[in-house]
């Protein structure tokens, strides 16, 4: 069966502390790997797309990395505006566009 | 803003009543999306809509019908539903459907609740 596990459910973090939050897969296929920013009473934000294993996308402090098996979002030196829920999702090779999601992390970040 | 609106943003409705939810993508995208999201549990695709036509159900009750009449607007018609199916309503769009790989656009979403 397809999975996505995020790790770790919740974290917190004071300003400027760096971390990474994990997001694990178990397809059958891959075609691609995505993360999501969510704020509450928001839809998800599209932040990154990754294809193949090793491949590096950043963005501001955001840096996304992707391995054959799992795939870390790096926060570097974050700052309260990255509180958020941050999602991971992957799309199937034999399901064209279909997205399936993880359950998320909460990212907390105290000035 | 994603150029995805939805409305309405919040609905409390009854067991016994019908709704509709709405969704209009600004972006020219073909392909529209259903996703439920419930607390503490990961999105949900409900449908896909590629070209107006639906290529995907995944199994989902048949008191949620969705109806996408150009590929602009894509609506969730909502009738006798459970207090089990309170929760965000998303609605996405992305450029292609089921042939395409590329990202997907959110809306906002509508908070329901069944009472």
């Known amino acids: 069966e397809d999975q996505v596990t995020q790790s770790p459910e919740a974290l917190r973090l004071q300003e400027g502390e760096s971390s990474s939050l994990n997001c694990s897969y178990t397809?059958?296929?891959?075609?691609?790997l995505f993360w999501y920013r969510q704020d509450p009473g928001k839809g998800p934000e599209f932040l990154f797309t990754?294809?193949?294993a090793g491949e590096e996308k950043e963005k501001e402090r955001l840096k996304a990395t992707l391995t054959k098996k799992e795939s870390f979002l790096h926060i570097t030196a974050p700052k309260p505006e990255d509180s958020a829920t941050y999602l991971c999702?992957?799309?199937?090779?034999?399901?064209?566009?279909?997205?399936?999601f993880g359950a998320g992390t909460i990212l907390r970040v105290k000035s | 803003e994603t150029g995805v609106t939805q409305t309405p943003r919040h609905l409390v409705m009854g067991m016994t009543n019908k709704k509709s939810l709405k969704c209009e993508q600004h972006?020219?995208?073909?392909?529209m999306y259903w996703y439920k999201q419930s607390a503490k549990k990961p999105l949900e695709l409900m449908f896909v809509?590629?070209?107006?036509?639906?290529?995907e159900n995944n199994s989902v009750p048949s008191r949620f019908s969705p109806e996408c009449p150009n590929s602009s607007h894509l609506f969730l018609h909502l009738h006798t539903l459970q207090p089990e199916d309170s929760a965000l309503y998303l609605c996405?769009?992305?450029?292609?459907?089921?042939?395409?790989?590329?990202?997907?656009?959110f809306g906002p979403g509508t908070r329901l609740t069944v009472t």
């Open positions: 809509y590629s070209l107006e036509e639906r290529v």
């Open positions: 972006l020219g995208h073909n392909a």
């Open positions: 999702a992957v799309q199937l090779m034999e399901y064209g566009n279909k997205l399936v």
């Open positions: 996405a769009s992305s450029q292609d459907g089921l042939a395409g790989n590329d990202e997907q656009y």
């Open positions: 990754l294809y193949s």
């Open positions: 397809v059958s296929g891959l075609r691609g």
